[in-house]
C-alpha cells in the first residue's frame, strides 16, 4: 500500500495516534511500526499454504507427488464438493487461532482487514473484475448476539483489497442450527441440509456471476457446500470458496 497517497492530515493523524497510542501486534501484543500488522515472531509461524495442496479444499499437501496428476485430495476426488475451487490463506493451528477466535467472539474486527490481506493472496488469479465476494450468513438469532458476522466483515475486507463486488447480504440461514464444533463430515452435512439459501432480492445479482464464498475456517466444508449448492441453483455460473484458515489434521473437528 502506497502511504503517500492518504492526505497530509490523514498521515499526521496516523503519527500522533502511533505516539499516543503505540501500535502492537494483533496476535500477541507486541510493538508493531504500523498498526493492524504481526511482529515479526508472530509472522514466523503462520503457516500459510502454497503449492501444492488440493485445489478442491484447499488441503496441503506433503509433496507434489502426494497430490497426484490433478492435486485433488482422496476425499475431494471420492466426494466431490459443489464448487470448482477452494483456497485458504493458512493452517488453522495456534497462531491464526488467535486472530480469528478474538475476531468471532470478543470484539477485535480489527483482525478482519489483517486475514483478509492474507486472503487475498491466497486468492490471487481466482479473483477477477466480475467476481463476486458472498459471505457464509449467521442465522438471525446469532447475528443479534454476536452484533456481527465475521464472514461478511472480511468478505468486505477483500472487496476494498481487491476490487471486486460484494454482497454481505447474498444468503441467509433459513433455520437455526446447532453447533458444527465436534460434529463428524456426515452429521454436519445433515445438519447443513437445506439450512441456507439465496435472498429472492439478490437473485439477479447472482445469476450469471462468478460467486466467492468467504468464511473464517475451512473444516469439513459441509457449511461452504450448502451456500455452493444454493448459489449454483440460483444460477451462478461458477461459485468458488475463500477461507481464511484450513483446518487440518486434529483441527478438523473444532
Known sequence: MNHHAF??????????LDTLFPPHCLACGADVMQAGLLCATCVSQLHL???????????PFSSRAAGGSTLTCTTCAENPPPWREGRAAMVYDDLPRRLILPLKYADRTENAALLAR??????????GKD???????????????????????????????????????????????????????ARRQAIMHGVIGVRSH????????????????????????????????????????LAAARACGQHEQQ
Request: glycine share 8%; proline share 5%; aromatic share 6%.
Open 202 to 241: 439478490r437473485l439477479g445479482d447472482i445469476a450469471g456471476r462468478h460467486v466467492i464464498v468467504v468464511d473464517d475456517v475451512m473444516t469439513t466444508g459441509a457449511t461452504l457446500a450448502a451456500c455452493a449448492s444454493s448459489l449454483l441453483q440460483a444460477g451462478a455460473a461458477r461459485v468458488d470458496v
Open 131 to 185: 467476481s463476486v465476494f458472498i459471505p457464509v450468513p449467521l442465522h438471525r438469532v446469532r447475528l443479534f448476539t454476536r452484533r456481527y458476522n465475521q464472514a461478511a466483515l472480511l468478505a468486505c475486507a477483500l472487496a476494498r483489497q481487491t476490487g471486486a463486488t460484494v454482497l454481505p447480504d447474498g444468503l441467509e440461514r433459513l433455520r437455526a442450527t446447532p453447533a458444527l464444533k465436534g460434529q463428524g463430515r
Open 118 to 127: 492474507y486472503m487475498a493472496a491466497a486468492a490471487r488469479g481466482l479473483v
Open 49 to 59: 499454504i502454497t503449492s501444492p495442496y488440493c485445489h478442491r479444499c484447499a488441503l
Open 7 to 16: 492526505p497530509w492530515w490523514r498521515r499526521a493523524r496516523a503519527r500522533v
